[in-house]
C-alpha cells in the first residue's frame, strides 16, 4: 500500500514537551512510517499508509486540534489573532498582578508582616489573584489539566500545578489558617498572580518574534499579485490570478507584477528578477523571452502566453520547499527532542523530591519552605526553550536563504552542507559560464575548414549539450547550411554520432577517438597547445577518417576567482571535475586557483570520485547539468546551479535561483551560521535548566543563601524561550 504524505496543522500545543508527545502519539499508530512536528510553525507533517481521520482522531485523544490545510491567509490571520489574545490576557494579568504585588510588599516597607486569617487586605489580594488565575489564567487551567488528564503534560501543566498551588495555599492560609502547622500560614496570592503575568508575558513576545522569524515565507507569499488582465476575444478583463489558465494570454504594464509563469509573445520591456535570483539588475524580455510570477515589469509592457499557473507556477514552488525545509529537522534536533520527550515527568519528579527533602530536613515553617521551592522548580523549568532552539533556526534561515535565493530543500541540508569538508565543482556551466563560443576549426588533410564545421554541426544539430550549441550557432553565423541529421545518437562523456549526406559522422572527445581507432596523431600538437590554452576540444572523424579538431572557450563566471577564495577562507577543499580532457580542466582550475582537477570524467566516474573522497570528508557537489545527477545524488549534499536542467535541480539539496557561482559560498557560509547559531541556543537551553534548577529547589541556600522566588522563576523561564528565539533572528541580518 502507497505511503501518502499529510500535512496538516495542530493547536493548542503550548510547549515542545506537547509536540513531542503529539509525535510520539502518530508514532505509535498502526501504518505511520514517520511524523515529525514543528513547534514554530504548528505543523505536521506524517507519511503513513492510515486515513488522515485516523490521524487527527489521535491527536484529538492527546487533547489537541487538529486543523486541517489552511491557506496561508488563513494561517497569518490566526497566528495574528492568538497574537492578539495573548497581549490581551498579558495585559489584563499584568494590570491585576502589579496591584497584587504592591499591597503584598506593602506591610514589609511598613516594617510590618502580613497576617493570615481572612484580613481586609487578604481578602483583597485573593480578589485580585482570583481574578488573574481564572481570567488571563483560565488558558493554564484548560491545557494543563488536558494535558495532564491524557498523561501528556507540558509547560501549561507546569504552570498550572505552580500557580495552583500557590493560590489554593493562600486560600488555605485566608480562610482556615488554624488548619495548617503552626507558623506555616502564609499566603503567595503576589506568586501566583505575578507568574501567570510573566508567563503570559513571555509567550506574547516569544508568538512575537515567531511572527518575525516567519516573515520571510509570508513576504514570499505577499509577492504574488490579487489580479491579472486577461485578453479574452481581443478584449481585456480583470480576473482573478487563481482563474488563469495555462494558453491564456495576459497584458503587462508598467510597475505591474507579473502574475504568473509564461513566455513573451509580443513587446518589450526590462524585468526585475531581484526576488528570484538576488541579482539587482533588470534583465530585458522581448518576444520568446521567459517571465516568472512575483517579478517586477519596468517601463515597458508586453503579452504573454501563461505556461505555468498555481502550484506549478516557480514563485509558488518555491514557497513550497521552504515551507517543507521549515518543517524537517537537522540532526542535530534529535537529542534535544530526546530530553524533550521525559522532561516534565522528570520536573514534577524534582518537583515532588523537592517538597518532601524541604520539608523533612528544613528549617521552620518548613511547609511553607517546601511549597515556595517546589513551586519554583515547576516554573523555573524549560522545555521550550530546547524545542525552539532548532526549528526556529531553521525557519529563520531557509526564509533568509529564500530571500538570498537559496533554496534548501530539508533542514537536514543546511547542517549537511555545514559540516561538509571538500566541495567538488563541476566545470562546464557551473565554474565557467555555460555559454561557450566556438574559437578553432582546423581541418585535417584532405577536408575543407567550411566541410568541417557544416558535417560538425549538422551532427550535433539534435544535442542540447552546450558545446554543441556552440558549434551549432557558429556554423548559423557563417551562413553554411546545415543539414538535419538522418541518424542521431548521443553518447554521454564521449560525444555524438550522426549520418550526414550519406556519411557518418562522430565529434567527440580524444579518448573516444582512440576507442574509434582513429588516428589524429597530425592534429596533436595543435591539440595539445589548445588544451593548454583551457579550450575544450572536438575531434571530428568522417566515415573512420580524422576530419579536424574544433576548440570550444567557455569562459569562467565572473566570480569564480572569488568564489573559490572565499570556499577556501571557509575551509574547505575545493576540487574540480570534468567530463573534459585533463589539460583543459587543469587549464580552468589554474585560472579560477584550484589546484586539484580531474578530467575524462563520466557522469559514473564523477560519482566514483565523490565515494573516494567521501572516505575522509564530508562531500557537497556542485552541478548544473543532466551528466552531474549521479554526482549531486551521490554526495552528502548536492548543490544545483541556476539556470541548470531540471533534472539537476530535483536530484540536488540545495537549488541555487541564481546561476552566479557565489551563490555556493553563500550558502555554505549561511549554513554554518545556522548550525554555529543552533549550538548557542541548545547549549543556553541546556545550561539553563542544569543551573538554575538545582537554585530553585535550594540546593544553594544553606550554603550562599541563593534561591530564586516563583515569581523571578517564572521570569527566567519565559526569557530563557525569548532569549532562544532572539538569537536566532540574528540570521535575519546575514549578508551575502
Excluded at 61 to 72: C, M
Excluded at 173 to 178: I, M, N, R, V
Excluded at 211 to 221: I, T
Excluded at 604 to 617: D, P, T, V, Y
Aim: hydrophobic fraction near 50%; glycine fraction near 8%; charged fraction near 20%.
Amino acid at each position: 500500500m502507497k505511503n501518502d504524505v499529510f500535512t496538516f496543522t495542530v493547536r493548542g500545543m503550548s510547549c515542545a514537551a506537547c509536540a513531542a508527545k503529539v509525535e510520539q502519539g502518530l508514532r505509535r499508530l498502526p501504518g505511520v512510517e514517520e511524523a515529525a512536528v514543528h513547534l514554530a510553525t504548528e505543523k505536521v507533517s506524517v507519511r503513513a499508509t492510515a486515513p488522515a481521520s485516523a490521524l487527527y482522531r489521535a491527536v484529538e485523544r492527546l487533547g489537541y486540534r487538529p486543523v486541517a490545510a489552511e491557506s496561508a491567509e488563513a494561517a497569518d490571520g490566526r497566528r495574528a489573532e492568538d497574537a492578539r489574545a495573548l497581549r490581551r490576557d498579558a495585559l489584563s494579568a499584568a494590570l491585576l498582578a502589579a496591584p497584587t504585588l504592591a499591597l503584598s510588599m506593602s506591610p514589609m516597607l511598613a516594617g510590618a508582616h502580613a497576617h493570615a486569617g481572612p484580613t481586609p487586605l487578604n481578602l483583597l489580594l485573593c480578589a485580585l489573584a482570583s481574578a488573574v488565575q481564572f481570567g488571563p489564567g483560565r488558558r493554564f487551567l484548560s491545557n494543563g489539566w488536558r494535558g495532564l488528564r491524557s498523561g501528556a503534560p507540558g509547560m501549561d501543566a507546569l504552570v498550572l500545578i505552580g500557580t495552583l498551588s500557590a493560590w489554593l495555599y493562600s486560600l488555605a492560609s485566608t480562610f482556615a489558617p488554624a488548619r495548617l502547622p503552626p507558623g506555616t500560614a502564609h499566603v503567595y496570592y503576589e506568586s501566583s498572580a505575578s507568574v501567570i503575568a510573566f508567563v503570559l508575558l513571555g509567550r506574547w513576545l516569544e508568538a512575537r518574534a515567531k511572527d518575525r522569524a516567519s516573515a520571510a515565507v509570508r513576504r514570499l507569499g505577499e509577492l504574488r499579485p490579487k489580479t491579472a488582465r486577461r485578453l479574452e476575444d481581443g478584449a481585456e478583463r480583470e480576473v482573478p490570478v487563481e482563474a488563469l489558465r495555462p494558453g491564456d494570454v495576459v497584458l503587462i504594464r508598467p510597475g505591474e507584477r507579473v502574475p504568473c509563469d509564461g513566455v513573451v509573445l509580443e513587446g518589450e520591456s526590462f524585468v526585475d528578477e531581484a526576488m528570484l535570483t538576488g541579482e539587482p539588475m533588470p534583465v530585458r524580455k522581448a518576444a520568446g523571452a521567459r517571465v516568472t510570477g512575483g517579478t517586477v515589469n519596468g517601463t515597458g509592457a508586453f503579452r504573454f502566453r501563461a505556461e505555468a499557473t498555481g502550484r506549478d507556477a516557480v514563485l509558488e514552488r518555491i514557497v513550497e520547499l521552504v515551507e517543507t525545509a521549515q518543517t524537517s529537522r537537522p540532526r542535530i534536533q534529535a537529542l534535544a527532542d530526546a530530553v524533550v520527550l521525559r522532561f516534565v515527568p522528570a520536573v514534577l519528579l524534582a518537583a515532588a523530591a523537592t517538597f518532601v527533602l524541604w520539608l523533612l530536613l528544613g528549617p521552620k515553617p518548613a511547609l511553607a519552605l517546601a511549597l515556595v521551592h517546589a513551586v519554583s522548580v515547576l516554573l523555573i523549568a524549560c522545555p521550550c526553550a530546547m524545542g525552539l532552539a532548532t526549528p526556529t533556526a531553521v525557519l529563520v534561515a531557509t526564509g533568509r536563504a529564500a530571500e538570498l535565493g537559496l533554496l534548501f530543500r530539508r533542514g537536514e541540508a543546511l547542517q549537511t552542507l555545514a559540516e561538509a569538508g571538500l566541495i567538488a565543482l563541476d566545470k562546464t556551466g557551473t565554474l565557467t559560464e555555460g555559454r561557450p563560443a566556438l574559437t578553432d576549426a582546423l581541418a585535417a588533410e584532405g577536408f575543407e575548414r567550411a566541410d568541417l564545421l557544416r558535417l560538425a554541426a549538422s551532427a550535433e544539430k539534435r544535442s542540447e549539450h552546450p558545446l554543441a550549441r556552440a558549434v551549432f550557432e557558429q556554423a548559423k553565423t557563417e551562413g553554411l547550411s546545415v543539414p538535419e541529421p538522418s541518424v542521431f545518437e548521443a553518447l554521454p562523456s564521449r560525444g555524438v554520432r550522426a549520418c550526414v549526406d550519406g556519411r557518418r559522422v562522430e565529434a567527440g572527445s580524444a579518448a573516444w577517438m582512440e576507442e574509434l581507432g582513429v588516428d589524429f596523431a597530425a592534429l596533436a600538437e595543435p591539440a595539445g597547445g589548445l588544451a593548454a590554452r583551457a579550450r575544450t576540444r572536438i575531434f571530428v572523424a568522417v566515415d573512420g577518417r580524422p576530419a579536424g579538431l574544433l576548440a570550444v572557450a567557455d569562459p569562467l563566471r565572473a566570480d569564480a576567482k572569488e568564489t573559490v577564495a572565499r570556499l577556501k577562507r571557509l575551509g574547505l577543499r575545493v576540487v574540480l571535475l570534468s567530463g573534459d580532457a585533463p589539460e583543459t580542466a587543469a587549464a580552468a582550475g589554474r585560472e579560477a586557483g584550484i589546484a586539484e582537477t580531474s578530467g575524462w570524467l563520466s557522469p559514473e566516474g564523477k560519482a566514483k570520485a565523490l565515494r573516494i573522497f567521501q572516505r575522509k570528508h564530508r562531500v557537497a557537489f556542485a552541478g548544473d547539468g543532466i551528466n552531474d545527477a549521479p554526482a549531486l545524488a551521490q554526495a552528502e549534499v548536492g548543490v544545483a546551479m541556476g539556470g541548470g536542467t531540471d533534472v539537476a535541480a530535483e536530484t540536488a539539496d540545495v537549488l541555487l535561483l541564481s546561476p552566479r557561482l557565489a551563490g555556493v559560498a553563500a550558502a555554505v557560509a549561511l549554513a554554518r551560521r545556522t548550525l554555529s547559531v543552533i549550538r548557542q541556543n541548545l547549549f543556553w537551553a541546556f545550561a539553563y535548566n542544569v543551573v538554575l534548577i538545582p537554585v530553585a529547589a535550594g540546593a544553594l541556600e544553606p550554603w550562599l543563601g541563593w534561591s530564586l522566588s516563583p515569581m523571578a522563576a517564572a521570569a527566567a523561564m519565559s526569557l530563557s524561550s525569548v532569549f532562544v528565539v532572539g538569537n536566532s533572528l540574528r540570521l535575519r541580518r546575514f549578508r551575502v
